[in-house]
């Protein structure tokens, strides 16, 4: 069975919003995605990952096995998780971790 993947959703980008100090987020607060209309500059969710690009996007094909991909931002396998999301959450209190997909062959 073939499983395709977007690893980091448009509605998940939306749904967070980073409040940082200097480059480094130090809390994200939830916003209602239909509601949440970030100001220039304000809201920013990627501090680190490929800063040039109009837009990150990830594809992924299984055919089976587990795949953790990364949701803070702040892996340096990115996609993937690395687990750099414990030292973030452990340093500022956030609760953020990876998504975690496993796919069963047939
Ligand atoms: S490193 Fe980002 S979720 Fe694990």
Known sequence: M???IAALSIAQAFAFSVIGANTRPISTQLHA???YVPKEGEGKINL?????SPK???MEEMSSGKKVFCRCWLSGTFPL?????????????DNV?????????E
């Open 56 to 58: 990150v996007a990830n």
């Open 97 to 105: 971790g990876p998504l975690i997909v496993t796919v069963k062959s």
């Open 33 to 35: 995605a239909a509601d």
């Open 48 to 52: 680190l990952i490929d800063l040039e």
């Open 81 to 93: 998780c690395d687990g750099t999301h414990v030292k973030h959450n452990a340093a500022c209190g």
């Open 2 to 4: 073939k499983f395709l």
